[in-house]
């Protein structure tokens, strides 16, 4: 059972919160992909890139006359559209999903420094009423005040980024007045390097190389014969070396750059379990001071610090729940397919 006088502390708390959250409609991460999949002018430009790409090799296709080269060309433009389509959607969803944590963490933030200021108010009161009765200094209220007055500023910093972080994600959504509804659980990270390693041939960077070398490797063969100038048939090789050159390149930064991402996953991943285990420490400490304060072992003020350090371990987990969620949304960019658990199959 929770002291009467701190559970006043709470409510005041909630309060101070009210005017926040009356002002915006809450929306899942969810939802907000899916908005911000729909509203986003990437994706727009890309699906109308691949819709025109469809059609011309369509058309192209259809055609008797089109040649060989011309075909491949053809076919090749709608492997890289699709692909290019694919990258777009997966950075929209990777920047929704970090404006959502950033807004999340804004709102959380507001909660912990509204607990702090009044931690903070109550050490004004106690140092005065300690001044009172000679055992504290007029210093001792002076620096209990200048505490107050950074927290209160810090307050009304926190709630400013709230509404900083709103308008962003209402940005990418198109949604007004967004307010983050929950924290998000990101999914255990299943896949090994070596499988999406494997995967990384859908890449638009690579698959773009790849269409090079496929169109040049057909420009050589069209040019190997007696009837063409050897200057063109050795201008074709030196074009295929150079798009050899370039598609091994390609492949490289993409496998380094899934190799960095996949570590970053990883060490995320073990961040969230040591922030897990201390949040566990403050609500078995909290709990403890909790009885403390019913058998008259502590005061009113002291189990309040507790559940300030409670807040603290709580909201440093919520930050690390959110980097597993960012660093897998960074890492489905990198691998080219979606890892987050959030918005489907791209």
């Known amino acids: 059972m929770i002291h009467p006088r701190f559970k006043t502390a709470l409510c005041l708390s909630a309060a101070l919160l009210l005017p926040i959250a009356a002002a915006q409609s809450a929306v899942s991460v969810s939802a907000a992909v899916s ?71 804004a709102q959380e933030n507001v909660e912990l420094q509204t607990l702090q200021t009044q931690v903070d108010s109550k050490a004004v009161q106690v140092a005065q009423v300690k001044l009172k009765v000679g055992n504290a200094t007029s210093l001792d209220v002076q620096n209990a005040q200048t505490t107050l007055s950074g927290s209160q500023q810090d307050l009304a910093d926190a709630r400013a980024q709230v509404n900083l972080a709103s308008a962003k994600l209402g940005s990418l959504t198109g949604l007004g007045g967004v307010r983050a509804a929950q924290p998000v659980s990101a999914p255990k990270l299943s896949a090994s390097l070596t499988t999406l390693q494997k995967n990384l041939g859908g890449l638009s960077s690579v698959v773009g190389a790849a269409g090079d070398v496929a169109e040049a490797q057909l420009a050589v063969k069209l040019a190997d014969n007696d009837f063409t100038p050897a200057r063109t048939l050795q201008d074709a090789r030196t074009a295929l070396a150079n798009a050899g050159r370039s598609l091994d390149s390609a492949e490289k930064t993409a496998s380094q750059t899934l190799a ?49 350090a409670l807040k603290k371990a709580q909201y440093a987990r919520l930050q690390a729940q959110d980097n597993v969620l960012e660093a897998l949304a960074s890492l489905s960019v990198a691998a080219g397919q979606n890892l987050t658990g959030v918005g489907g199959n791209l």
Do not use: C, H, M, W
């Not at 911000?36 to 699906?47: E, G, H, Y």
């Not at 192209?60 to 777009?88: E, F, H, I, K, Y």
């Open 35 to 105: 908005a911000a999949l729909s509203n986003n002018a990437d994706v727009k430009t890309a699906l109308a890139n691949a819709d025109k790409a469809n059609a011309a090799a369509k058309s192209a296709l259809a055609d008797p006359s089109t040649l060989v080269a011309a075909r491949l060309a053809a076919q090749n433009s709608v492997t890289l559209a699709q692909a290019q389509l694919r990258g777009a959607r997966l950075s929209t969803l990777q920047g929704t999903i970090n404006a959502y944590t950033a807004l999340l963490e």
């Open 260 to 308: 960095s991402a996949y570590q970053s996953a990883q060490s995320a991943a073990e961040l969230l379990r040591v922030a897990g285990s201390r949040e566990a420490a403050a609500q078995n400490t909290y709990t403890r001071d909790a009885a403390r304060l019913r058998s008259g072992t502590i005061s009113a003020v002291e189990l309040q610090s507790s559940q300030l």
